[in-house]
């Protein structure tokens, strides 16, 4: 299978190519022309707050003296009406914006309703509608909506992957933790390499070979019913947790930018995702996800080319972090409770990486709608890359966040609620000279939550489908059924998302917040994959008790982990900020009860530990927990075990040591002596 440059004609072969191909142009021409705009504006573009050229600063401290604002007398804007003022979402911005959602809808419906029509009257002439048709129709429903008839391209799948990857959460939550706590985060981008090796060897060639819908399939072959319910159940739980994160982000920056309230859009992006996800299937979630990369890479590509030139170059925006203490690396420690250390980082991100990209339901799934282990291959390198590049860009905008506003900090102001909506600060502050850009952004934003939202929609139809009901009804399921049962599923999820944007508003960073919820319920589920694949002798019993155990266990920390953030009780040392030039009145008092998240913290409780360790932490205590385990229920005879479910070299070695032979010449002695009975 080849691919080309052109990022939309591959493996595009349908009418809905011309949708995305004139999407892809239009967004960029409209760059194209933005960058025009920014070279006869930067000159004269006016922002809020002190000129860098003429301000130098030493490295700020946690507390800083009062602005000069505050000591002059003068009449300055308040924080309420200077917010009030970057709320400018104009007509062209809201244009943009309907425009992406209408192609996404769109496409949506083609692929529910256009294309499934055209596929139908392809099938009855080809058979004029006889028993043969029936049997070559017979299970295509689910197969096509949840893995594309497993017919899908390399390059929209690729981009569909780094869409659904790089939710609005990494997009705001990776620039935030840039601003926060420097460029340590940043450092996680090489374990997408480690972590992609070990896919590609381990994981990916078991699922290839055993054609899943459903990963957790998998459980019930190699161990046994329970646990294969176990496992669905926690990605169930998984995505009741998640699902409301993944609305809020985009609701919290629309807000931010148009002053419309996080309650009211939220109904309105969960609705069009339902739509085109419930009719249109995964074809209509990846495609309307390589629309959505696109937006989110020209989006990031004009943040950051308006704002390096709005500080005076690269130079002096490295400079200015450089200063603030924003270019660090991971600390050299083995201490777990340090929030970003060498270990965490490298270490607890490869495992954190690991659970993403190799046994998640979604991203597999994924690799199922390819044809071959060559189109995987190449899928699963082509999407590291991409992953790469737009993490790079969420990094860089988070350095722009922090030399625009390194002088006046807008969280201790009171200008940004909540840490997640600077970089929407940051936007309207850059972007907003130039109508039609911040549209874009709130696009980009919107586009990377749709994306993850209808992957795992898309991916929860999937699973309660494959491990819920279609084991109890047997095979007496009828097409229409399964139809009906998988837009149900999408349509409830979809709608229950909107109650828990209530509970998410509650709690701490959304990058924190996310990665914790994921890898504590992911790690175990990563141990018990790794135990099957690699790990022969461990029967169910053992897996069963070791999986429990460790899921408890993760769970119990995570809790305590994110009381202990709410509460205030503990939290990791944020590096300093000033509010030393602001040139607006803000309550002085609420930036000095806030320096107390700037003092030196230490914690020695278990869950005190990094977020990047969780899943580290749950997939090793499945692994020795379940070892542990065969002490008592004994280890299982690795010859009961079929090798299609082990890793490849896994298998090779129990056939160096003649494993397999040995079953084999039992069966065969076995069936001459019934031949000579007879």
């Known amino acids: ?297 020209g989006s990031l590509i004009v943040i950051m080319i308006k704002g390096t030139l709005d500080l005076g170059g690269f130079t002096e925006l490295w400079r200015i972090n450089e200063e603030g203490g924003r270019i660090n690396a991971p600390e050299w420690s083995i201490d777990p409770t340090v929030r970003l250390s060498v270990f965490s980082v490298f270490v607890g991100g490869t495992f954190f990486k690991l659970q993403s990209t190799s046994i998640n339901q979604a991203t597999v799934q994924r690799f199922m709608s390819l044809p071959s282990l060559k189109a995987i291959k190449q899928t699963l390198f082509t999407f590291s890359i991409g992953l790469t590049l737009l993490y790079m860009g969420c990094v860089y905008v988070g350095l722009v966040c922090y030399a625009t506003y390194y002088d006046c900090d807008p969280m201790s102001t009171g200008l940004a609620g909540r840490r997640d909506q600077l970089v929407p600060l940051l936007v309207m502050r850059v972007l907003g000279v130039v109508p039609g850009l911040p549209g874009l952004f709130v696009s980009a934003v919107f586009s990377a939550a749709l994306s993850s939202l209808s992957t795992l929609l898309n991916s929860l139809a999937a699973v309660i489908l494959e491990d819920f009901v279609k084991p109890r009804m047997g095979g007496s399921m009828k097409e229409s059924h399964v139809a009906l049962t998988m837009r149900v599923v999408v349509v409830t999820f979809g709608i229950s998302s909107i109650f828990m944007v209530y509970v998410v508003e509650k709690l701490g960073m959304v990058l924190q917040l996310s990665a914790t919820l994921q890898s504590s319920l992911y790690g175990p589920m990563l141990g018990i994959f790794t135990v099957g694949m690699l790990m022969p002798w461990v029967g169910e019993k053992s897996m069963f008790v070791g999986s429990i155990a460790s899921f408890l266990t993760t769970a119990w920390i995570a809790v305590n982990a994110q009381i202990a953030n709410i509460t205030g009780s503990f939290r990791h040392t944020k590096l300093p900020v000033s509010v030393e030039n602001c040139d607006y009145e803000f309550d002085m008092t609420r930036y000095l009860n806030s320096t107390s998240e700037y003092e030196p913290h230490s914690g020695s409780s278990i869950y005190h530990i990094s977020f990047l360790l969780y899943a580290m932490l749950g997939a090793l205590l499945t692994i020795i927990g379940s070892n542990l385990a065969t002490l008592v229920f004994g280890r299982q005879d690795v010859k009961d075990v079929d090798e299609n479910l082990l890793a490849p070299f896994v298998q090779r070695y129990m056939r160096k040591n003649k494993y397999y032979e040995t079953v084999e010449l039992k069966k065969v002695d076995v069936s001459k002596l019934d031949e000579s009975s007879d």
């Open 1 to 297: 299978m080849s691919t080309t440059a052109d990022p939309v004609a591959v493996g595009v072969n349908s009418p809905v190519e011309a949708v995305v191909a004139k999407t892809t142009t239009t967004v960029a021409n409209a760059i194209a022309k933005t960058v025009a705009v920014i070279s006869s504006t930067v000159s004269t573009s006016s922002t809020t707050g002190a000129t860098l050229a003429s301000t130098t600063t030493s490295t700020p401290t946690p507390i800083q003296s009062l602005p000069p604002s505050l000591e002059d007398g003068e009449e300055k804007l308040s924080v309420k009406d200077l917010s009030q003022t970057l709320q400018h979402f104009g007509i062209v911005d809201y244009l943009v914006f309907i425009a992406m959602l209408a192609v996404c809808a769109v496409i949506g419906f083609y692929f529910g309703f256009i294309e499934k029509k055209e596929k139908k009257k392809k099938l009855g002439e080809k058979d004029g509608g006889g028993a043969a048709g029936v049997e070559e129709r017979r299970g295509s429903e689910a197969l096509d909506y949840l893995v594309g008839g497993r017919q899908m391209k390399v390059f929209p799948v690729a981009l569909s992957l780094v869409a659904s990857f790089v939710s609005g959460i990494s997009l705001l939550g990776t620039s935030t933790e840039i601003y926060v706590y420097g460029t340590q985060y940043a450092f996680i981008l090489i374990t997408l390499a480690i972590s992609g090796t070990i896919s590609w060897y381990i994981f990916l060639p078991v699922f290839c070979n055993l054609q899943l819908t459903s990963t957790y399939e998998y459980f019930e072959r190699r161990f046994s019913r329970r646990m294969r319910l176990f496992g669905a159940s926690l990605f169930v739980l998984k995505a009741i947790i998640w699902l409301p994160i993944a609305v809020y982000v985009p609701a919290l920056t629309f807000n931010q930018v148009s002053g419309i309230g996080i309650h009211t859009i939220t109904p309105i992006v969960v609705i069009i995702c339902t739509f085109y996800t419930c009719v249109g299937g995964i074809k209509g979630v990846v495609y309307t996800d390589v629309v959505q990369s696109v937006i989110m890479y």
